[in-house]
């Protein structure tokens, strides 16, 4: 059974490895040229080379990103070109030892050498096409060198979280004073926290909404000039939210941790981010350079090293300490800080550069010299429809999405598309349920009128994740006539087939479908009530908010939420009381979005029971009230 699947694993991988491969490609190339530009400009403030780095390393996540989306630039080797499927477009390969009498194939093309056609080996496998040679492996070794990459840098994170429970407020009216004071000069407008960690431990500052500052038992025996000094620095990270940056920065580094020159970029962000703070404190905060670097190394020689954790940015790095130290001593260093035209004029000019190179795509396979054919260097019609139906059966959402579109802006007549919806159709037919769901979708995607009928058909499959995925692709359709069949398909026995029903009803919009939808509300299956409130909030019918309101009692959080937020589309004072009563819900999201909804509805009753939020416990709470109160103020001052 599982060797009919292999070749198709195969393609998969295949295709992932030369993906990832040309993201690869395409992020060296960001990389050597950001960084050559910051490497020339030694002599430039440290901010700007920072900024260089950080483009370089947010590129390594936007190029991706856009790829898929972006026209194509061919300029790349014909390697890097989406590989042809290695089997017949038309076929479903199954194990020949089950007895499964196979698929037909489409006309095959001829040897363009012999003029004979190409023959097929009796296990019903041919061999990936020349060309096709990238080995399959790295996408998986990718992947494993991603989730350890990953699972660090959660340890980590969490690891910092407990110090930061375990430490203590520091409340010593010396200690505030200062940080009031370093505010101040440096122009800080976040409310930053100071705490005290154990001893040992590096100054840092961690936290993305709300700053804490972390700072070493043996803090309280320094000297006023060195608390200043200690603040300053970390008070310029929260000014330059470096926190951020270096959240940013070091994804970037564990997607691309296979690459030499996105692990340079790392190490070099951090370096010149540390002298670009040191460059804030010397300029703005009035002090002697010689003085701030005697402060910098005792408070690294007393303390362990830094934690190199994503969102946590401590003082100083043993190993950037000596280019900091000699950077501070000298006298005619640029120190200027990054203005915000300056910063915004690199910005958009990387982004440029990151959408040029998410263009970049391969250039045509070289043809033989001995071929005549002049149509040789465009895609034959049964290397599209091949390559077209592999990506509508894929799984990553950008691949099908893509062909999608692709399919639907031919003819329902063209040949590539009678290819595609011929080799569906009788993928139908298979035994494999696996392959009958795979084509459901697939059909769905080609939005062909003849895939109406037979999927009508699969409607009735005996396997329940087949039947839901019939009722997806008849959504994707959008046809009415599937209308009365996906109503009797809400009583499905099988939870998955009746969420897709209730799912494709609420993408046909037909108003008859309000009050079936209504009746699934009651579901037994909590993601079934879910899509039925999410389908129901997409009609425009005055009766819909009244059956959102029972929802807000309901024993799942998702289906509370979406009720809420269904509510807010509305914004009928009606609705006020019942989402007070969200406002008290166990769940912060619910909450949340209770808040909002009120917010939305301008409803000045809502003043009243929105004011004690304000001294919740949860932060993301107290702030979203602070924004409600101020719109509905502003509302009843009208």
């Not at 000039?225 to 940056?245: K, Q, S």
């Not at 359709?477 to 609420?506: M, N, S, T, Y």
Request: overall charge positive.
């Amino acid at each position: 059974m599982f060797r009919g699947w292999l070749p198709g694993i195969l393609d998969v991988a295949r295709e992932g490895t030369t993906a990832l491969l040309v993201a690869s490609l395409k992020v060296a190339l960001l990389v050597l040229l950001l960084g050559s530009v910051a490497l020339l400009a030694r002599r430039s403030p440290a901010a700007f080379r920072h900024r260089l780095w950080l483009l370089a390393l947010a590129g390594s996540l936007i190029v991706p990103l856009l790829s898929p989306f972006v026209p194509r630039w061919a300029v790349l080797p014909s390697w890097a070109a989406p590989s042809a499927p290695s089997r017949p477009p038309e076929a479903v390969l199954l194990d020949p030892a089950m007895g499964v009498a196979s698929i037909r194939p489409a006309p095959l093309a001829a040897n363009p050498s012999s003029g004979a056609p190409t023959s097929i080996p009796e296990d019903g496998r041919v061999s990936p096409p020349a060309g096709a040679s990238v080995p399959p492996w790295i996408s998986a070794l990718w992947a494993v060198g991603v989730l350890a990459g990953a699972v660090r840098l959660v340890r980590g994170i969490a690891a910092v979280r407990r110090s930061v429970r375990a430490s203590a407020p520091v409340r010593d009216r010396a200690w505030t004073e200062l940080l009031a004071e370093g505010c101040r000069v440096l122009g800080v407008r976040a409310r930053v926290e100071l705490r005290r960690a154990g001893a040992g431990s590096m100054p840092a500052v961690w936290g993305l909404r709300r700053p804490v500052l972390l700072l070493p038992a043996e803090a309280e025996e320094w000297p006023r000039e060195r608390r200043r000094a200690v603040l300053l620095h970390e008070l310029a990270h929260v000014l330059r939210h470096d926190c951020a940056t270096s959240l940013v920065a070091r994804v970037g580094a564990i997607l691309h941790w296979w690459n030499p020159l996105v692990r340079l970029a790392l190490r070099r962000l951090e370096a010149d981010r540390e002298s670009a703070c040191d460059d804030l404190v010397v300029e703005r905060g009035r002090g002697s350079r010689i003085d701030y670097a005697d402060h910098v190394l005792a408070v690294v020689s007393r303390a362990t090293a830094g934690p190199a954790l994503a969102g946590v940015v401590p003082m100083a790095q043993r190993s950037h300490l000596a280019g900091r130290i000699a950077a501070l001593l000298d006298a005619r260093r640029d120190r200027r800080s990054l203005s915000r035209r300056a910063g915004a004029m690199l910005a958009g000019a990387g982004a440029s550069l990151a959408l040029a190179l998410a263009s970049l795509g391969a250039t045509a396979p070289a043809q033989s010299p001995a071929s005549t054919d002049p149509s040789a260097g465009l895609e034959s019609d049964d290397a599209r429809a091949g390559r077209l139906l592999s990506e509508l059966r894929a799984l990553a959402a950008p691949v099908t999405r893509r062909a999608k579109a692709e399919v639907r802006d031919l003819d329902p007549r063209h040949p590539v598309v009678v290819r595609i919806v011929d080799a569906l159709l009788l993928d139908l037919e298979s035994p494999l349920p696996d392959v009958r769901r795979a084509a459901s979708w697939a059909l769905g995607r080609t939005g062909h009128p003849l895939a109406l009928d037979p999927l009508l058909r699969t409607l009735g499959d005996e396997v329940g994740a087949v039947r839901a995925a019939a009722a997806g692709a008849l959504g994707e359709l959008g046809d009415v006539r599937a209308f009365e069949p996906l109503l009797d398909r809400l009583p499905d026995a099988e939870p998955l087939a009746r969420e897709w029903a209730v799912r494709a009803l609420g993408a046909l919009g037909d108003p008859r479908a309000i009050d079936p939808l209504a009746d699934r509300l009651f579901d037994p299956e909590a993601t079934v009530r879910e899509w039925a409130v999410r389908s129901l909030a997409t009609f425009d019918d005055p009766r819909i908010g009244d059956l959102f309101v029972p929802r807000l009692a309901d024993p799942d959080r998702d289906v509370r939420e979406w009720a809420v937020r269904s509510l807010a589309r509305r914004r009928d004072p009606r609705d006020v009381e019942p989402l007070v009563v969200g406002l008290a819900d166990e769940d912060q999201d619910v909450r949340e979005w209770a808040i909002r909804s009120l917010a939305a509805i301008g409803d000045p009753r809502a003043i009243g029971h929105l004011r004690p939020l304000l001294e919740d416990d949860d932060e993301e709470i107290r702030e979203w009230s602070r924004r409600a109160l101020e719109t509905l103020e502003k509302r009843r001052e009208r």
